[in-house]
């Protein structure tokens, strides 16, 4: 029974205590690396380790390493940081490598906080992301010097910089490690789509419990092969892309970056049976030149910004494997729902994946029924401690348990939930709730349109009205008066755009998705 939602129901005003009744009631699913909710990261690495020691974890260009070796090269990255790290919490700052899962193995072992840092952020967010987290070292290589150089005077005397491509960042030796691993595991800090960048607070627990989510959801195999597309300072490819398979005792196969004959290519060599990457990975590879055979490929995933109708039915048709479209959140850990064989509705983002509960809720808490629009909750042993430095924040973010994510959505009879849009991009047009994915879905269906993003503008008479923002196909044109005509045949007259813009790009996060605050400010001339 779940006691949060009964409650709930019955009782507005009620506020369970959410922890105890997680740790009383949550199911704990035994797998056969023996995870369970007290377990710490590197624990469960090295029982993995263990047990597969001669097999391939790690694949990065023509050079292979065992479990083993991953787990040697670990200690000696662990036995540096306790040596010469005086503090809680260690930056990352590395393309994707196999030296970049090492040092996080290493930094784990090590009983610190790593903080993966995105390195596409300006010096001056990097910066800010240093001085948030209280970093008191950074694992970086010669590839950043640049940005180490503005970000070398915020360690002071007490902080260390350590060089992943040098000799003795390593240490030659090792002796066996003391158990003092700590929480939390990860500062990840989110893409800033609305704002500054916010750090999430993940613990190890958190992790561990996602990754038996989706193993759970998945039923992989410990021998499908992984392909790892997406940079790991993402908390998707950090879940998806590196614990899922290195805790699964599965084969990684690593990319620096995205070139699709490549990555194809790459995929039929090593027999890829799962990766994960964002709709416009997608709609490139679909169109890539070339012949490839990939039909290993089981369990293409894809997450970060809602999957268009046509790149999902161009991707199949041509590789003859359908793609999942799945939903998370950094602070969820970030998996919340997924499609998977057996379990998918196309134009969904799937039903939760196990140990994960979501409801919709209304502007005052209440659930919400089938059907119904609402924000989208999440619970579960997945949900964030909360951000860092940041109390009231938290507050407002995680009510009884709950994460609010800010999204719009429904939740069907059979369980599958939909998006709509952000809570934050609700356009309220003369008293009307106007949804921009609705609208972005109507016109990603044009066959001259390739990508849509619509916000809300201001008008004196309406208070808001839509505003459409398009990306037109190479070699077609459109105009205001096609795309006009094209809404009213499709939509409610109240929902067509007052405005359309042509333009040759989006503005997006490092991770795909629309940066609509940009859009605004430029509509507004701010």
């Known amino acids: 029974m779940d006691f949060g939602v009964l409650a709930a129901e019955s009782n507005p005003s009620f506020s369970p205590n959410t922890s105890l009744l997680r740790m009383l009631y949550s199911p704990v699913h035994f797998l056969d690396w023996g995870v369970f909710w007290m377990d710490y990261l590197p624990e469960v690495f090295d029982r993995v380790a263990a047990s597969h020691a001669a097999r391939v974890a790690l694949i990065e260009e023509n050079t292979a390493w065992t479990f083993a070796r991953l787990a040697d090269e670990a200690n000696r990255i662990a036995a540096v940081l306790k040596e010469r790290v005086k503090g809680e919490a260690v930056g990352v700052l590395l393309l994707n490598s196999q030296k970049y899962i090492a040092t996080m193995l290493g930094v784990w072992k090590a009983g610190e906080t790593a903080v993966p840092l995105n390195y596409l952020l300006p010096p001056a967010e990097l910066g800010f992301i240093v001085k948030d987290s209280g970093m008191s070292g950074l694992v970086s290589s010669q590839f950043f010097n640049q940005a180490l150089g503005a970000l070398k005077p915020l360690f002071g005397d007490s902080g260390i910089i350590l060089m992943a491509d040098e000799p003795d960042f390593m240490a030659s030796s090792v002796s066996p490690l003391p158990s003092e691993y700590r929480d939390p595991a990860l500062y990840l800090y989110t893409s800033g789509t609305t704002g500054r960048p916010k750090g999430v607070i993940l613990t190890h627990d958190n992790l561990l419990a996602n990754v038996d989510s989706c193993r759970r959801a998945g039923d992989f195999d410990s021998r499908y092969g992984f392909l790892c597309l997406l940079p790991f300072f993402h908390t998707y490819a950090i879940t998806g892309t590196f614990l899922l398979p290195l805790l699964n005792g599965s084969k990684m196969v690593l990319v620096e970056r995205f070139q699709p004959t490549k ?39 894809s997450g970060g910004e809602p999957l268009p109708p046509a790149v999902s039915e161009a991707f199949e ?10 939903y998370g959140q950094t602070e969820a850990a970030p998996v919340v729902t997924l499609n998977r064989p057996g379990a998918r509705k196309p134009g969904t983002i799937g039903p939760p994946v196990p140990g994960v509960e979501v409801a919709i809720w209304d502007d005052r808490n209440g659930v919400l029924a089938a059907g119904e629009i609402g924000e989208i909750m999440v619970r579960g042993r997945n949900v964030m401690q909360g951000y860092r430095h940041l109390p009231e924040e938290t507050a407002k973010t995680i009510t009884d348990g709950w994460l609010h994510t800010g999204d719009l959505g429904t939740l069907d009879t059979d369980g599958f939930v939909s998006i709509t849009g952000r809570k934050k991009d609700l356009i309220i047009s003369a008293g009307e709730n106007i949804y921009p994915r609705e609208i972005e879905d109507t016109l990603a269906q044009h066959p001259k349109v390739k990508e849509v993003a619509v916000i809300g503008v201001k008008d004196e008479v309406r208070g808001e009205v839509p505003k459409a923002f398009i990306i037109v196909r190479e070699g077609m044109s459109v ?39 940009m859009l605004s400010a430029a509509a507004t001339g701010s």
């Open 263 to 301: 990555v194809l290519g790459l995929i039929q060599e090593h027999e890829i049976s799962v990766f994960l990457a964002i709709p416009s990975m997608y709609r490139v590879l679909a169109g890539a030149e070339g012949n490839f055979d990939l039909s290993s490929v089981r369990f293409p995933i």
């Open 479 to 517: 105009d205001e008066k096609e795309l006009r005509s094209f809404c009213r045949s499709n939509l409610a007259n109240y929902k067509v755009p007052k405005y359309f813009e042509l333009v040759a790009d989006l503005p997006r996060t490092p991770t795909g998705k629309v940066l609509k605050r």
């Open 317 to 326: 048709k041509r590789f003859g494997v359908p793609i999942y479209e799945g």
